[in-house]
């Protein structure tokens, strides 16, 4: 899998989580941290980043993180930097396999 394989399956998970019936959210590719175990992409509603209308901002927009060896979403949080959550993953990971 490429980023390109994990981005896609990325998206897909994103369009079950409309913002706004009108909205979509997307994936800021200029965000995309890349990990030995896969990648984490950032994403906020394209309403937003259009217009920078706070509005349209979305606030629980938790980074995803999209596990090379399996393709498997794991939805991270906001409460912490994002470099906790990465770290948490790592760890997690680590114990299942």
Not at 47 to 58: A, E
Not at 75 to 84: E, K, L, S
């Amino acid at each position: 899998m490429d980023v390109s394989d994990a981005q896609v399956i990325a998206e897909r998970w994103l369009d079950t989580k409309r913002p706004l019936p009108d909205d979509r959210f997307v994936i800021r590719k200029e965000l995309t941290r890349e990990r030995a175990f896969g990648w984490v992409f950032s994403y906020h509603s394209e309403r937003w980043l259009q217009t920078r209308d706070p509005k349209f901002n979305v606030t629980d927009n938790a980074p995803l993180i999209v596990d090379r060896a399996n393709g498997s979403v794991h939805v991270t949080g906001t409460a912490q930097p994002i470099d906790h959550y990465i770290a948490e993953y790592e760890r997690t990971r680590k114990s299942r396999m």
